[in-house]
């Protein structure tokens, strides 16, 4: 049987989710929920029908009844929709940015308490996920790192959950804190850029960009690089669509593909 699937959002991810899953045969796209239906069916973009289009998720998930919703809209959006994905026996997939803790707290209560998978992931490009695996493993060797992350110029929050996430797994991969130079003299305020567990992140925000990282450690006489380019936004559906048949088989939520992929 096919997984049925909801896509939550049609934004920029929204739209290649959807794709991707029309491309794959053991998934069904069931619907799509945006705030800007105006349709009661949306045409799916391999010519192959309709599906039910709305703006109120209960309503929705009520009707279609989905395995798996995915969710690529704005943090103030995701909590509502995972809230009622799941109050409709759904499992979650969701790559959302700058999302709190408190709601991740929640979701990952919620999913223990119904017994239902959520896979929520900052970054779904399987070599981001190496990326940040191989900063963590570097990060034992380097007192000193900073980040630099660069996206479109429309992304809402700064930093990214990616360069975040980073971060933290590199803190959580030695003994001592990251040393960081202290700010001497700031000419123009914030050019030494924020800092995360020690680490200084810089972002940049242009057109032309889509997701990319560069962590550089630094040391006597030497430093190391490891960078990741998504050039296209067909870098993340290999890992929602990993996500979504994945999420089948979980009973509780997971943050980050790292277990999904055996890096954890
Ligand atoms: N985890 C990853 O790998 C990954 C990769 C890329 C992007 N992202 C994240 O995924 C999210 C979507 O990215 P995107 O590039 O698709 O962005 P986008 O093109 O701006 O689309 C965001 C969509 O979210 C929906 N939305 C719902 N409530 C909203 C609100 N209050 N304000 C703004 N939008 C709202 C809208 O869709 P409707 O009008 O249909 O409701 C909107 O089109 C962002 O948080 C982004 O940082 C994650």
Avoid at 12 to 25: F, I, N, S, T, Y
Avoid at 48 to 73: E, H, M, Q, W
Avoid at 110 to 120: D, I, M, N, T
Avoid at 125 to 154: N, Q, S, T, W
Wanted: hydrophobic letters at 45%.
């Amino acid at each position: 049987m096919a997984i049925k699937v909801v896509v939550s959002g049609t934004g920029k991810m929204g739209r290649q989710v959807l794709e991707a899953v029309c491309a794959e045969p053991d998934l069904e796209p069931a619907a799509v929920l945006s705030r800007l239906a105006a349709e009661e069916y949306l045409s799916l973009p391999d010519g192959s029908g309709l599906v039910p289009f709305g703006t109120d998720p209960a309503g929705l998930f009520n009707r279609t009844r989905p395995d798996v919703v995915v969710d690529f809209t704005n943090a103030e959006r995701t909590p509502a929709v995972a809230h009622e994905a799941l109050e409709a026996g759904a499992r979650l997939v969701i790559g959302t940015s700058g999302l709190s803790e408190a709601f991740l707290k929640e979701l990952e209560r919620e999913c223990r308490e119904r017994k239902l998978g959520a896979v929520v992931a900052s970054n779904f490009a399987l070599g981001a996920v190496v990326m940040a695996h191989l900063a963590k493993i570097a990060a034992r060797f380097f007192d000193h790192a900073e980040i630099i992350e660069m996206h479109d110029e429309g992304k809402v929050d700064s930093p990214s959950g990616t360069a975040i996430a980073t971060a933290r797994k590199m803190a959580a991969g030695r003994e001592g804190p990251f040393q960081r130079a202290p700010v001497q003299r700031e000419t123009i305020e914030g050019a030494r850029g924020g800092a995360v567990d020690g680490i200084t992140v810089h972002s940049v925000r242009l057109p032309g960009l889509v997701a990319h990282q560069e962590v550089i450690f630094g040391g006597p006489g030497e430093t190391l690089t490891i960078r990741h380019d998504s050039s296209s936004r067909e870098s993340f559906m290999p890992g929602v669509i990993l996500a979504i048949r994945d999420v089948m088989e979980r009973q509780d939520a997971v943050f980050g593909l790292e277990r999904l992929i055996g890096l954890e």
